[in-house]
């Protein structure tokens, strides 16, 4: 699998799935969150390849929610979140945080 950038309508995400020797990771370029295939193989009981074009497809298609983290000075993180709710109950006093899908929608 080689290494794919996807950028959103409005350019400001961009989503990566970077390969490297036996690991694959998609996460959003410039931020923490990643997730790896392996972990999404188990979720989805597929072999990883499939298991990341289908979490891939999932975001691309409005299928997952993607949580943004700000403060003051800018955005903190990026990650999809299935748990919304749970996500603002754990976030710091100065921090916001929104929710979209890839096209914008909210």
């Known amino acids: 699998m080689q290494n794919r950038v996807?950028?959103?309508p409005d350019g400001l995400l961009?989503?990566?799935v970077v390969s490297e020797e036996a690991d694959t990771?998609?996460?959003f370029e410039g931020y923490s969150w990643h997730i790896h295939a392996d972990m999404l193989a188990v979720e989805y009981g597929l072999p990883?390849?499939?298991?990341?074009?289908?979490f891939v497809d999932?975001?691309?298609g409005n299928r997952k929610r993607i949580a943004i983290s700000r403060d003051?000075?800018?955005i903190l993180?990026?990650?999809i979140t299935d748990d919304p709710e749970k996500d603002l109950r754990y976030r710091a006093?100065?921090?916001t945080i929104t929710f979209r899908y890839w096209d914008e929608r909210t």
């Open 93 to 95: 006093a100065d921090e």
């Open 58 to 60: 999932a975001i691309l």
């Open 48 to 54: 990883e390849i499939e298991a990341v074009d289908r």
């Open 14 to 16: 961009r989503l990566i």
């Open 25 to 27: 990771t998609i996460g």
């Open 6 to 8: 996807r950028v959103s």
């Open 72 to 74: 003051g000075s800018g």
């Open 77 to 79: 993180d990026m990650w």
